[in-house]
Structure formats: C-alpha cells, structure tokens
C-alpha cells in the first residue's frame, strides 16, 4: 500500500513537472516568435520604406541643387550682363605723333574731319609756326563718342609716327550710383516738404519749411549737375594730340666767320644791356654814396684851407 501512494506521488509529481516544462517551452517558443516576428517586421518595414524614400529624397536634392545651380548661374550671368550695360568709364588719350614735313596742316584738317564724321567735335586747337612762318606744330583736342573710340584711335595712329601714347579710364560707376541714392532721397525730402508747406498755417513754420525746402532743392540742383557732366564725359571720350612735322637739319658752310661775329656781337651787346640795367637799379645807392663823398671832400678842403691860412701868419 505504502508503495503504491508513494509511485501515484510519483507519477503525479513527474505530470505536474513535464506541464511545467511544456508550459514554460511553450510560452517562450511563442515569446521568442513575436518577438522575432516583431522585431523583423519593423525593420523590414522601415528598411522597405527608407530604400523606397531614397531615391525621392535624392531626386529631390538632385533637382534642388540643379535649381540652385540655375540660380547661381542666372545670377552670374544678370551680374555679367549688369556689369557690362551700366559700367560708367571715363576714356581719355594721348598721343604725340610725328608728321611727315609739310604735312601739319593737312593731318589737323585730317583730325577735324574725323571728329565731325564720327559725331564728335574739336573742344581745343592750337598751331605753331616755325621761323620760316609756316605751321609746323600744334595740338588737337576731339571728343568721339565711346563707341567710336578705340577706331578713332586706329586712325589717328596711322597718320604718322607714334612718339608716345597714353590710354587711361575712370571709372565713375559708384560714384553715379551714389549720387542716384542721394537725389532720390532728396527728391522724397521735397516731396514731404512741399506737403509741410501746403499743410502749413503758422508763418514761422512756413518760413522754417521753404528755407529746409530751398537748401533742398540746391542740393538736388548741384546733384544733377555733377550726373550731367559725368553723362557727357562718358558718352564722349576725349583724345589729345600733340603733332610736329620733323625739325629741319641746318649745315654749315666755311668758317663761319660772320656766324662767329655775330654771336660775340650779341654777347657784347648782351652784357652792355646787363650793366647797364644793373646801373639804372643801383642808381639812388650811388647817388647816395656820390654825396657822401662830395661832403667829405668839401670837409677835407675846407680843413686844409685853414691849416694853410694858419701857417702864413
């Protein structure tokens, strides 16, 4: 009997055992399983949507930088073309040319007609004349419009020979600007200030506004005239040319002779006329001095006069 209780003991301990063991098998098969199936699926999930997000995204970035490559380019390309139509330049030459002999006169008719022709005009001129009293030297001053001046310049190198030239521009573009900027604010301020003036009812107030007013209007006055004259030396370049014909050679001939009196004689006559101005300069120091010793001389005389009347008695 005892042996008996003790194997149903047995046997019963050994079932509650293997059902804790399926148990326990079973709840971590299951565990280990959506766990697994969890974990696998998120990240298949999220592997899945990150390569499908991919070449969005780099689509997206491919066509934005193309975009902004565009911009860059667009950009650049308005600043070329900015730079290129609104630059303000000043452009000055000169040049001195040698002219063949005889030729003066016809190369300055030459640098008039090339003015005119271009829509330019000759803002200075002047001629010189050698010994002989024929024109052989002189200077021209054209204003040519801007785009006519790098031609112009071709030309007039070709009508002699290039001694020296000298090209230069200023550029005045920021100053322009600037003085845009000002008369813009100037022409705000009049405005606001006329509408003061209308608004106005107290003498005084008025008084106060139409001198502001005035000062304003002088500044705008002077703007404008310093924008007028920077627009007339840009449209029109200026170019300076200095031309001579070549200076004759002299030769001599015998002894020369008559070349050498006539050079002492300019030298003696020279240094007559130097004594002489210097005389005419010293004349009251030596008048003074010419005085002085007369009166001493007089002292002198008298002196001895009576020393000789003393030795007679």
Known sequence: MKIQRISKRFLLYFILLTAVIALALTSCGIFGQ????????????????SLEE???????????????ESVYRDDAQFSD???????????????ELEVGEGKFEKALFDLTRLADNNGGFVSNTQSYSDADGK???GSITIRIPHDKYNSALDLIKD????????????DVTQEYTDLESRLRNLNAQEEILLDLMSQSNDVGDSIEVQRELSYV????????????????????STIDVY???????????????????????????TVFNGILIFLIAASPILAIIAIILVVIWLIIRSRRRRRARVEKK
């Open 135 to 137: 024109l052989t030297s």
């Open 217 to 236: 209007m002088e500044q705008i006055e002077v703007i404008k005239g310093r924008m007028n004259y920077l627009d007339n030396m840009v449209s029109l």
């Open 159 to 170: 009508m002699g020979t290039v001694e020296s030239i000298t090209v230069s521009g200023q």
């Open 81 to 95: 073309t900015a730079n290129t139509t609104d630059r303000k330049v000043i452009k000055t030459a000169y040049l």
């Open 54 to 68: 991919a070449p969005a995204m780099e689509m997206a970035e491919g066509d934005f930088a193309a975009e902004e």
């Open 34 to 49: 959506s766990a697994e199936s969890v974990d696998g699926g998120y990240f298949e999930e999220t592997k899945a949507a």
């Open 243 to 269: 031309m001579h014909e070549p200076e004759p050679i002299t030769t001599s001939t015998g002894w020369g002779f008559l070349e050498a009196l006539k050079k002492g004689l300019r030298g003696a006559v």
